[in-house]
């Protein structure tokens, strides 16, 4: 592997970061174990074509984004009853056995490079407990990064019988000099016949390279529901995954992204279909302006024991710009028969006949070709059922045609 460790990191470093925080052995154990495991993990897969990679996470200068022993963020947690919101280190003050049974049984801390870089170094986070029976909306967590990076991870549990909607909304709040580094991985763990709704918005400067890996395992009878909107950051690497474990559980994937100047956007929705009679519905739709790049790959993988499957994907990316680059991987990975299954994705201009259309009747042009962007995106967003996330995804795409 070529990435090298930044010298800032040392297992001193995360005994330091550790003890400041308190922390059980346990916990201090999984943190060195993901930082002695760096040394022999490869960077998260891309896709490749003969002579061309089409996201290069190796050249990053880690040395120069990360700083360890100096994260800060402000972040607001509101809650709501029944539900318990809490930050990282309360929760593991207050819940020791749910957060050492729950942390990194979704997402192996060691599945990558970044995943365990994350594990070993992150500072700030959030633990979402609903117990059995809770319906709750509204549980919302603000963060804004304040540092040069900073690494964050999330833990959500839901017991059998319960229902949250979740609001994450990342941005930045003290300027800081120089590229930065952003790193979030989120946790979903149900119990049966739960439902989690969890929304994302990411609007971080763009000086800042963004990681995120949000998984879910889907238990009997259980939904989740992603939403995730990208329009900051220089480079997003963005991994929206599910695992439909139980029997009769559903997941849909919803993605926006809106590109411009030299933004990268690498954009990731993935589902396994383990147990029978499950659901999915892949939805992404994205826009790049000026040299903007996006990279998008979905994966539906339907086991050979996932019997009377129904799994949906389609991606589109509008181009606005000449010097914009878009690819797509739509992939279906299907074990056995019954299942109904379909995959797409489409790449294209402005339609030439609708800006005439517009343009005839006295509209000028950029409003045209802004009201056609805005309709390009009704679609996805008619699938995102909450609706301040719908309005603020719909505020930043009008503001940033403007």
């Known amino acids: 592997m070529s990435t090298q460790l930044p010298a800032s990191i040392s297992e001193e470093t995360v005994r330091e970061i550790s003890a400041e925080r308190d922390e059980p052995d346990w916990l ?29 996470l190796e050249d990053l200068d880690y040395e120069s984004i990360v700083d360890p ?25 207050e819940h020791p056995e749910l957060v050492k049974e729950r942390f990194g049984s979704v997402t192996d801390p060691e599945t990558n490079y970044l995943t ?49 909607t979740i609001l994450e909304r990342i941005s930045n709040g003290d300027d800081v000099d120089g590229d930065r580094y952003f790193s979030n991985l989120v946790e979903i763990a149900t119990g049966e016949n739960s439902y989690v709704q969890y929304g994302s918005l990411q609007n ?10 949000k ?32 029997d009769s559980s559903e997941t849909k994937i919803v993605g926006a992204f809106f590109g411009h100047n030299d933004q990268h956007l690498d954009i990731n929705a993935r589902v396994w279909h383990h147990g029978e009679h499950t659901t999915a519905d892949l939805v992404t739709r994205g826009v790049l302006d000026d ?47 019954d299942t109904e299954a379909s995959h797409s994705a489409t790449v294209g201009q402005v339609d030439a006949e609708d800006l005439f259309y517009m343009t005839s009747r006295s509209i000028p042009e950029r409003t045209a070709r802004n009201m056609l962007v805005e309709g390009f995106f009704v679609p996805v967003l008619e699938e995102v059922e909450v609706d301040e996330l719908r309005e603020d995804i719909d505020d930043l795409v009008v503001a940033r045609l403007d």
Not at 124 to 129: E, K, R, S
Not at 204 to 213: A, C, G, K, M, S
Not at 235 to 243: A, F, K, Q, V, W
Request: net charge negative; no cysteine; aromatic share 6%.
């Open 28 to 56: 201090l154990q999984t943190r060195l174990d993901a930082l002695a495991a760096l040394d022999d993990l490869d960077m998260p897969n891309v896709i490749e074509t003969p002579g061309r990679r089409w996201t290069n």
């Open 69 to 93: 022993l100096d994260q800060r963020d402000v972040t607001e947690r509101v809650t709501a009853e029944g539900v318990e919101v809490l930050d990282f280190e309360t929760a593991v003050a």
């Open 116 to 164: 365990a870089l994350s594990t070993a170094l992150f500072t700030t986070g959030t633990v979402i407990y609903v117990p059995e029976g809770v319906d709750a909306e509204d549980v919302k967590v603000r963060a804004e990064m304040n540092s040069t990076s900073l690494f964050s991870h999330t833990l959500v549990v839901t017991e059998a019988n319960s229902s949250v």
């Open 204 to 213: 971080l400067d763009e000086d800042v390279y963004n990681f995120t890996l």
């Open 215 to 246: 998984r879910g395992d889907a238990d009997t009878y259980s939904t989740i529901s992603w939403i995730e909107g990208n329009i900051g950051s220089r480079l997003t690497r963005s991994d929206i995954e599910t695992e439909l474990t139980g």
């Open 291 to 337: 040299e903007a790049r996006s990279v998008y790959e979905g994966v539906q993988d339907v086991g050979r024991d996932a019997w009377d499957t129904s799994s949906y994907q389609r991606e589109n990316t509008l181009m606005l710009s000449d010097d914009s680059e878009a690819d797509a991987s739509p992939k279906l990975i299907i074990h056995n028969h």
